[in-house]
């Protein structure tokens, strides 16, 4: 294929002008064809490289190949009928046999006929918010000519490709881009220069080095990397560079906006991946790079049927456009906002920062744009009527969807709109003076953001926090956690907890689940291979142990209760009594990486000797409670005897806020039970949990109950979802049995501990072998009267010195 190419530009170097547009224009779209099979050679290389073997029978390995394959099919199709419109070149291709696998995939013939002159075409956006200098006949989309020593510049790159093929094919690392070559000062960033072009044009542009002390005028770019490898193509000082698809996109629709050459940075071009000293230096520098931009450009995608219509629905919601009687939600305006929505971008770990620290931020899907501020604007308006609205307008049977609007409030962009807002302090135009969240708190806040790099779901937040001091200040203090690509994801993770004990005297981040759920698939965006992490020890907690796993799978059936340890904004118990962490973090003796253990010093209290079923779907059975006491008749006033480690522990003694459980929760519980008797002769038996069945919580809400019985069981849903009640036996450190809430992964045996600094027990499981022990964290614990320290007021400390105990976990 890549020969005909060739032949057919000595056939129009023949039989046409070589000066006429067409002639330029029909040579252009040879060069194209000639690009895309090269990117696609090259990706398939990278794809064998990247998976360490290739079978077309492996359904998983073959999918990506077979997506890009499509896409690259699709590019040549375009390019041939450009051509064959401009130059009236009739183009047949012989396929030959299909099943044949060793042949070439096609091979073109082409005749030259008449050449007939292209109709002007209209500009292909229109109405830009950002333009320079424009003049009514300068509303149409420039015209992207390639000239003669261009095409020689052209040829020359396409041969640099094929030497690129060449050296991958011997297992050789690409060969950097010549701006590469020269290392960035501490306070220099490179900016790209776009140059303006078509639709479809090759994109050309230049790369510089500017001074953020001093710097020009440049925008930025705020978009999703994507896991696709890069196989599109652009010209940078005319040399070719391979970018992934989104990012080409992005750079084809912007540069269509201009008059004249605009300057970008873009964080993969303009950083060099492959350098860790100067990633991390530059990552460093991004919120002064964001800052500073003349403007932000986010990037959501390219458009599709209901792109336009979303944006459309902001802009009448701003101007007070929308009528918002009756079933409002419902218009299709609602519904293409709520796809918008739903696009990527809002689930990027780095637009975050990207955003918040943006002074001038226009979102662009398509050809269509909104000004950051007005779409802002606009969610605020719509929250207000979501939230406003009767319960009874949108309450389903089905208590899995029971609110779809209450849904929409959970989607990415609006919880990151609300990170957005709460981030900083700012002056009136827009000066940051305070920032105002700590890392520990970002981190929480930020679990349903995806990053590529898995690092970076620490590294993208760090400019945004109140806690984390400068790079300056790291000279003087090794405990600032600054960005360091040259250390493992554990590293990293180890890193973080460490930062969070010593910034907030507490353990509770390791009962607290935030890190990304490992994944063998995912795709690092290193050489060396630091972000590959497979498993990860007990005491990170990650992100598929929420209570509806990953939120990036964005599921609405709940897995798991709510954590108990709360957020790190608002610490629900003082099991620790004030105890300050005792941590260290294992490494290994001559490369000072984690090893995955961690030492925590904390006492054992009990073991667990009976469990109960788990509570699936929230159904309390009468294992579950009679594990926690017995529910009785008092013969004389015939009033239930509840005790409070019943319904205290069904909802750990914790109302809907998060404070103490008041008695209206002991009235609430004695409802349910009168409900979920099984028939009115209980009433007046003295045993009354013999005649008791399971209590559904779920049936229970879909009923007509009392306002005080609705808010208890949604609180006791939302804590026993899935987990067990237990009891242990009497210990010389707690002369009572225990009894509470426990993971349902825990087992009888498991140890019953507080570690020092963590507000909630724990439960443990030793693990012995041959060679060593050590302790697996299972999770969180809620143990009825000691979540307020009263272990710690009642021991004295000879006692507390002598039991207390190192625990190795991994």
């Avoid at 294929?1 to 530009?9: C, E, T």
């Avoid at 009527?385 to 009767?390: D, G, L, Q, T, V």
């Avoid at 002056?427 to 990053?451: N, P």
């Avoid at 030793?766 to 710690?792: C, K, P, Q, R």
């Amino acid at each position: 294929m890549l020969r005909d190419v060739g032949n057919q530009i000595d056939i129009l170097n023949k039989y046409c002008d070589p000066k006429s547009h067409v002639s330029t224009q029909a040579k252009e779209a040879c060069f194209e064809i000639a690009i895309t099979v090269l990117a696609f050679i090259i990706a398939i290389i990278q794809f064998i490289r990247r998976g360490g073997g290739y079978s077309i029978h492996d359904d998983a390995a073959r999918a990506p190949l077979e997506s890009h394959f499509k896409t690259v099919l699709s590019d040549i199709d375009d390019a041939l009928s450009r051509l064959e419109r401009l130059s009236n070149i009739a183009v047949r291709t012989d396929v030959g046999d299909r099943s044949d696998l060793g042949r070439p995939p096609s091979r073109l013939q082409k005749v030259v006929k008449e050449q007939t002159h292209p109709k002007n075409t209209p500009g292909f956006i229109s109405d830009p918010l950002i333009r320079q200098g424009v003049s009514p006949a300068a509303q149409q989309s420039p015209t992207f000519n390639i000239s003669e020593p261009d095409m020689v510049d052209t040829i020359r790159h396409f041969s640099l490709g094929l030497h690129e093929t060449e050296r991958a094919l011997e297992n050789k690392e690409p060969r950097d881009l010549s701006c590469y070559h020269h290392s960035l000062g501490e306070d220099n960033i490179r900016i790209l220069t776009l140059d303006p072009g078509k639709m479809g044009s090759i994109i050309t542009s230049r790369i510089q080095e500017a001074s953020l002390l001093e710097p020009s005028p440049y925008n930025a770019l705020s978009y999703c990397w994507g896991q696709e490898p890069a196989i599109q193509h652009i010209l940078i000082d005319k040399e070719l560079a391979f970018v992934k698809p989104n990012l080409f996109y992005a750079l084809q629709r912007i540069r269509a906006l201009q008059t004249g050459p605009i300057r970008m940075w873009v964080d993969s071009i303009c950083i060099n991946q492959r350098n860790d000293k100067e990633r991390n230096m530059q990552v460093r520098r991004m919120a002064k790079i964001y800052n500073g931009a003349d403007a932000v450009f986010i990037w959501l995608g390219e458009e599709d049927a209901t792109s336009k219509l979303a944006l459309n629905f902001i802009t009448k919601v701003n101007e007070n456009r929308i009528i918002w009687d009756g079933e409002w939600w419902k218009d299709y305006g609602f519904e293409a906002l709520s796809r918008l929505l739903e696009r990527p971008w809002f689930q990027r770990g780095w637009v975050l920062q990207e955003a918040a620290f943006s002074s001038n931020s226009i979102i662009q899907c398509g050809a269509s744009q909104l000004y950051m501020d007005h779409f802002g604007t606009a969610m605020d308006s719509i929250r207000a009527r979501i939230s406003a609205r009767p319960l009874s307008m949108t309450r389903s049977n089905n208590m899995l969807h029971a609110d779809p609007l209450a849904d929409l409030l959970n989607a990415p962009a609006f919880k990151l709109l609300d990170v957005i807002d709460g981030a900083f302090t700012k002056s009136a135009d827009g000066v940051i003076i305070d920032y105002r969240i700590s890392l520990e708190t970002l981190v929480h806040l930020a679990t349903f953001c995806d990053t590529s790099d898995k690092r970076d779901s620490i590294y993208a937040l760090l400019n945004m926090a109140n806690d984390t001091g400068s790079a300056d200040q790291a000279q003087e203090n090794d405990t600032i956690l600054l960005p360091d690509y040259g250390k493992t994801v554990l590293d990293v993770y180890a890193d973080f907890i460490m930062h969070c004990c010593r910034q907030s005297d507490s353990l509770d981040i390791l009962c607290r689940p935030w890190a990304p759920t490992p994944s063998s698939s995912a795709q690092s965006t290193c050489i060396i291979d630091r972000n590959d992490i497979g498993s990860v020890p007990t005491w990170i907690r990650t992100r598929e142990t929420m209570p509806y796993g990953n939120p990036s799978s964005r599921s609405k059936i709940r897995l798991h209760g709510n954590p108990l340890v709360g957020s790190s904004q608002k610490r629900l118990y003082s099991t620790h009594h004030r105890t300050q962490p005792a941590i260290s973090v294992g490494r290994d003796s001559t490369t000072g990486v984690c090893n995955g253990s961690l030492t925590v010093k904390g006492i054992a209290i009990a073991k667990i000797s009976r469990r109960s079923t788990r509570m699936a779907n929230a159904i309390v059975t009468k294992e579950s409670l009679e594990l926690l006491g017995s529910i009785t008749r008092r013969s004389q006033s015939g009033n239930i005897s509840l005790p409070d480690a019943i319904w205290r522990t069904l909802c750990a003694n914790r109302d809907e806020r998060g404070d103490p459980a008041t008695a209206s929760f002991r009235a609430a519980m004695l409802d349910v039970l009168q409900r979920s008797l099984e028939d009115v002769d209980a009433l007046r038996a003295n045993d009354v949990m013999e005649l008791m069945s399971s209590i559904d919580v779920e049936e229970l809400l879909e009923n007509d109950i009392p306002e005080h019985t609705r808010t208890f069981l949604g609180v006791v849903r939302d804590t026993v979802w899935n987990r067990r009640t237990f009891r242990s036996e009497p210990t010389g450190i707690w002369p009572r049995p225990l009894t509470g809430l426990i993971p349902q992964y825990a087992r009888v045996g498991d140890v019953i501990a507080i570690l020092y600094g963590c507000s909630v027990p724990v439960v443990l499981r030793e693990v012995v072998t041959s060679v060593d022990n050590w302790w697996e964290l299972v999770g969180e614990a809620y143990v009825h009267g000691i979540m307020d320290g009263e272990v710690f007021r009642q021991m004295s400390q000879p006692m507390l010195k002598l039991v207390e105990t190192d625990f190795l976990l991994e």
